[in-house]
């Protein structure tokens, strides 16, 4: 029986190994595996950016999400990434003042780059993601008359802004979902979401100011509202905010016609899968935030608990 010696020889950022054996000659492993690097967040986001996200609004906010995040770890590299590292950082996101809601999504995306790197072999540990709990807040949407000193304001800067903000609050679609409609999107009357958060497509009746929004010329033009960004939509929206005294208020953001749309739809009596079906939510309970202003829903209750209702009221004699 002959003696058999093993050694490992490392060169070029590979591990090759290799055994003896008195009286005859060396076998080299022909399969040699790559050594773990190291590697900082922004690195791995431009490695497997285009191959987790899609182009579109959601994948210009995650660049946001890991590029702060980056900052935060000072672009340090790593092969692991333990618990410690990631308390940290949900520590420093609370410490400027971000909500659990907005955390849960940052940390979303940190989770989707890791675990994508740790399939592909660039990290080899990690941590558990535990989802912040988050409060049920006050959803602000828009009143009549608020949402017509707004668009006035909008108008007079921006005619196809305006028309935007149309098609936004009668449509409740996302901004990304409207800057990215095309000629062929839009149908009898309807209107088609093909580039949706959710990735699942939906196709909705239009009001008429819908209607009137998407119709210009399409001249030169690959949508209704192609000649927008929403850099420059947003621009003008702040603008005009300012102007009728809404400037203080965070929540006036473009999506917030987006909670207008939804609040009143269930205000008119649209029944909560309607309404989930009408803005293309991937659960019932994400549509649920908006339940609580189906507030007819609850009138029968009050004739069965108001005793007052089923008797006769005595009246009072005046006093002499």
């Avoid at 009746?205 to 929004?213: D, H, N, Q, V």
């Avoid at 005294?245 to 909560?272: F, M």
């Amino acid at each position: 029986m002959s003696t058999q010696e093993s050694a490992k020889s490392e060169f070029s950022g590979h591990v090759v190994s290799y055994s003896t054996s008195y009286g005859g000659s060396p076998t080299f492993n022909a399969n040699p595996f790559n050594v773990v690097s190291s590697f900082s967040l922004a690195e791995l986001f431009e490695k497997y950016k285009n191959i987790l996200w899609e182009d579109g609004n959601h994948k210009y906010n995650v660049t946001f999400f890991i590029g702060e995040l980056n900052e935060i770890l000072l672009g340090e590299r790593f092969s692991t990434f333990d618990q410690s590292t990631l308390d940290d950082l949900v520590g420093k996101l609370r410490e400027r003042g971000n909500s659990n809601a907005t955390i849960n999504r940052k940390m979303a995306a940190l989770s989707k780059l890791l675990r994508k790197a740790s399939q592909m072999g660039d990290i080899h540990s990690l941590p558990e993601f535990r989802r912040q709990k988050e409060r049920a807040g006050r959803i602000r949407f828009l009143e009549h008359d608020e949402e017509d000193r707004l668009f006035g304001a909008i108008k007079a800067r921006c005619d196809d802004s305006y028309r935007l903000s149309l098609f936004l609050v009668d449509s409740g679609c996302r901004l990304g979902e409207a800057l990215g409609l095309i000629w062929n999107d839009i149908q009898e009357h309807r209107v088609s979401f093909w580039i949706t958060k959710s990735g699942r497509s939906r196709t909705i009746p239009m009001t008429i100011r819908a209607e009137e929004s998407v119709n210009v010329s399409a001249e030169g033009l690959k949508g209704p509202f192609s000649m927008l960004t929403g850099v420059r939509y947003r621009a003008i929206w702040n603008e005009a905010k300012a102007e009728v005294g809404l400037g203080n208020d965070s929540q006036v953001v473009p999506h917030i016609l987006r909670h207008t749309c939804a609040s009143r739809l269930v205000q008119g009596g649209i029944d909560i899968r309607r309404v989930q079906m009408w803005l293309g939510h991937q659960t019932l309970q994400m549509t649920m935030r908006y339940a609580h202003l189906a507030t007819n829903d609850l009138d029968s209750c009050v004739v069965v608990l108001d005793r007052d209702r089923l008797r006769p009221r005595k009246v009072k004699a005046a006093r002499k």
